[in-house]
């Protein structure tokens, strides 16, 4: 007993014996970076879904289109590493408050774009820019919101919360986009998104604490790598590497698969772009409707394995190679519709690449937790951020594809071949998944601090 007294540093105990606590609050801040994520998307994906407006008002090619995109992986992969050090040296507040007034601006000054086919759409390149900007913030904050602010078993929750709340904007922009400019106007359409955009740099200017009072686990505010050291560690981290390389893949591809879609699922084949419909047909023939349901769908699936992985800890690894496989079947599946080896039927095809979303955006947020958990102490931002940089890196290649005119709809059928290489990646993914050695090193830790305190407190009281 008295060895005990003496092995464990007075600091230390002094340290452990502070009460953890979580606080009502939490969720203001997770809301926050949530709609954040929701309405930087929405404006990073508007002249995507409008692609026949965009041109009639501001003579916006498909080539225009796509580079207005790609703006957001290449932003992305050319600031990440200062914007690791950034969120690592500043935290939370400084990187998602100035974030969100820059998603403001960037959203407003593309209001000011007239109609016709003139310089102004310099103002659209440069709203981009600010725009896929802020997407660095949103895809590499929320396993660090998550630990700075929610207890060990609401982690996985919180962080799905944040990397799904992406897809949702897709959803939305799939959906109320198209609508709003056919029953307004494509202007109504900008100056709404500029006001939502505002709102919610509002919001987080009213309340968004760097950090709560008292930490909610005790390695919520222990002293993290700095970062240069974080990315020598990160990139000799073998089984970090093997995660988050198998993470890119699945997320990566399927970001990027979207963008050529539309080419696939062509008017030759039966399927359009349109948002109103009047009959199950034309909405199971709908592109709009099937991106809007399959990144919806992703969402609910994120959220459950969150869930799931928070009352079942310790098990990550086997919920992503188990979700990962049913991803890739239903990802066949949707191959095999496509190219007519099983029925091609409009809804076999909708439900196939349906079912293969689901399962693949409710590996999301597991990604980023095992990635936390493998790499700790290294910042929970920089191990997020090498995650995300090989997604990006993975959707990039499909828009430069898209950009080369390798996939138009004069060759549909190069387009189709795109399937395979779809589902043949995700096979690549799973098995870089599997030579994976999961570590829980930061609940590990939790756990050895309140064992510690329990028996230093059964010696000392």
């Not at 992986?73 to 050090?85: D, N």
């Not at 950034?86 to 407003?108: C, E, H, M, N, Q």
């Not at 047909?281 to 928070?310: E, K, P, R, T, Y």
Request: net charge neutral; aromatic share 14%.
């Amino acid at each position: 007993s008295p060895d005990l007294c003496v092995a464990m540093d007075v600091e230390v105990v002094s340290h452990l014996l502070k009460p953890f606590k979580v606080y009502p609050g939490r969720f203001y801040v997770l809301a926050i970076l949530a709609l954040l994520a929701i309405q930087q998307n929405v404006a990073w994906m508007t002249f995507g879904t409008i692609p026949d407006e965009s041109y009639e008002h501001f003579g916006l090619s498909d080539n225009v289109i796509t580079l207005l995109a790609a703006y957001g992986s290449i932003v992305f992969i050319l600031l990440i590493f200062p914007s690791m050090w950034f969120l690592d040296r500043y935290g939370l507040k400084l990187t998602v408050v100035p974030s969100a007034w820059v998603l403001a601006i960037g959203s407003t000054i593309r209001c000011f774009v007239p109609d016709g086919h003139s310089w102004w759409i310099i103002l659209f390149h440069i709203g981009h820019i600010m725009i896929a900007f802020v997407g660095i913030a949103i895809q590499m904050t929320p396993p660090r919101l998550s630990s700075v602010w929610f207890p060990p078993k609401q982690r996985a929750f919180a962080t799905a919360v944040t990397t799904l709340a992406e897809s949702m904007g897709i959803t939305i922009a799939f959906l109320a986009l198209p609508y709003i400019t056919k029953k307004y106007s494509i202007h109504t359409m900008l100056y709404i998104q500029a006001e939502m955009s505002i709102c919610v740099a509002v919001l987080a200017t009213i309340y968004f604490p760097p950090k709560p009072s008292t930490p909610p686990s005790p390695t919520a505010d222990q002293e993290r790598v700095p970062f240069l050291k974080s990315m020598k560690l990160l990139l000799t981290n073998v089984p970090f590497l093997f995660l988050a390389i198998s993470g890119g893949i699945s997320t990566g591809s399927n970001m990027g698969f979207s963008s050529v879609l539309p080419i696939i699922l062509n008017p030759t084949s039966g399927f359009t772009n349109n948002v109103g419909i009047s009959s199950w047909s034309q909405f199971f023939h709908s592109n709009a409707w099937l991106g809007a349901i399959s990144a919806f769908v992703g969402v609910i699936g994120g959220q459950l394995a969150g869930i799931i992985a928070d009352r079942f800890q310790r098990k990550l690894k086997l919920f992503l190679i188990i979700l990962l496989g049913i991803s890739t079947a239903f990802g066949l599946y949707f191959s095999l519709a496509v190219y007519g080896y099983i029925s091609g039927s409009a809804v076999n095809i909708f439900m196939g690449l349906c079912l293969q979303y689901f399962f693949t955006f409710a590996t999301t947020p597991l990604y980023y937790e095992a990635a936390v958990e493998v790499t700790y102490p290294v910042p929970e931002g920089s191990s997020a951020g090498i995650l995300a940089t090989l997604s990006n890196i993975g959707a990039l290649m499909f828009q430069v594809v898209a950009f080369m005119h390798i996939f138009s709809n004069a060759h549909p059928e190069k387009a189709r071949a795109m399937v395979w290489a779809f589902s043949s990646l995700g096979t690549l993914s799973w098995l870089f998944l599997a030579f994976y050695r999961e570590q829980y090193k930061r609940l590990d830790l939790d756990d050895e601090m309140v064992k510690q305190v329990s028996q230093w407190k059964e010696v000392n009281y």
